[in-house]
């Protein structure tokens, strides 16, 4: 046992507290960032089909450097005084006017050199919301906050055998637009696999009008949210108490970025949904049985 350590152990608890020195170790900032996701109609010259529904992202326009002028999540520091779920219900409503909502705790990252200012690591959260229900204002920090369309696209994958197992390398381009403005990046993510443990690894490339490394925890999101429509009700907070199969189908086409086929969409959520006796009947479409969502279903199937 060395001296310092038969010293610590002669001390109190409160005698070790009060002589220890918080300097001791570099302190890295902490902060949170938001992704809020939404679907939206977007409508249809032929009056006779279903709007399309369209994936949407919530971003802030920076009004402070850094990256002053570019699009970037909701965000902001943790006070010494609130747990970081206060934060970023304290930071959202700061940042959006939203408030109220169910957020999940996403990822942490913790990439050195990922904030130009200082050592941050920031705790993302992630929420799948009706826009209709709230009315985005942006923060006096932000110079505008607006809904974008956003899709990921794989461009190229590689994978490479080696001795103790193999390498996948994807590469994946980022698109983010509105009728007003865009933002793109391009990232490549390396998972390893070796004497069989995994780790993975992404790299921003390219990033145009995309603050910070919110790319990443964009395309991040993205995944987490399509692994998430299948074993949660999620979509279902998209829709209105009564809904058209049709309608289920377009939101989870949306989401899971794919066409689905209708028959074996069905099968897929018959325990999920519960047939009323109700029909709706509007001009140009057939009359549609309407369903409501099956709170009873088994979530573990």
Not at 73 to 81: N, T
């Amino acid at each position: 046992m060395t001296e310092k350590q038969t010293r610590q152990q002669a001390l109190t608890e409160q005698q070790f507290l009060d002589e220890y020195d918080v300097n001791r170790y570099v302190r890295p900032s902490v902060s949170v960032d938001m992704l809020l996701f939404t679907v939206t109609d977007e409508e249809r010259d032929n009056y006779r089909k279903l709007s399309d529904k369209a994936l949407k992202i919530l971003l802030i326009k920076r009004g402070v450097h850094p990256y002053q002028g570019e699009w970037a999540l909701p965000g902001g520091f943790v006070s010494a005084d609130e747990s970081i779920d206060e934060a970023a219900i304290r930071v959202l409503k700061k940042e959006t006017n939203v408030s109220e909502v169910y957020l999940e705790q996403l990822y942490t990252w913790g990439d050195i050199g990922r904030d130009p200012r200082a050592r941050v690591i920031s705790c993302s959260y992630m929420a799948l919301i009706d826009c209709e229900l709230y009315h985005i204002q942006a923060g006096e920090d932000a110079a505008d906050a607006k809904w974008f369309h956003v899709q990921d696209q794989w461009i190229q994958k590689k994978t490479t055998v080696t001795e103790k197992g193999w390498v996948i390398e994807k590469w994946v381009e980022l698109r983010i637009w509105n009728d007003e403005e865009s933002a793109t990046a391009k990232l490549k993510i390396t998972k390893t696999v070796e004497n069989g443990h995994s780790r993975e690894q992404q790299e921003i490339l390219e990033s145009h009008n995309l603050a910070f490394d919110h790319a990443k925890m964009i395309l991040y999101a993205l995944e987490r949210l399509r692994n998430k429509v299948d074993y949660t009700d999620i979509a279902f907070h998209l829709l209105p108490e009564l809904f058209t199969l049709s309608e289920l189908q377009q939101v989870f086409e949306v989401i899971l970025g794919k066409e689905l086929l209708a028959a074996a969409f069905r099968r897929k959520i018959t325990d999920k949904v519960v047939e009323t006796n109700q029909i709706r009947r509007n001009a140009g479409h057939r009359p549609s049985k309407l369903y409501k969502y099956n709170p009873n279903w088994n979530h573990e199937q």
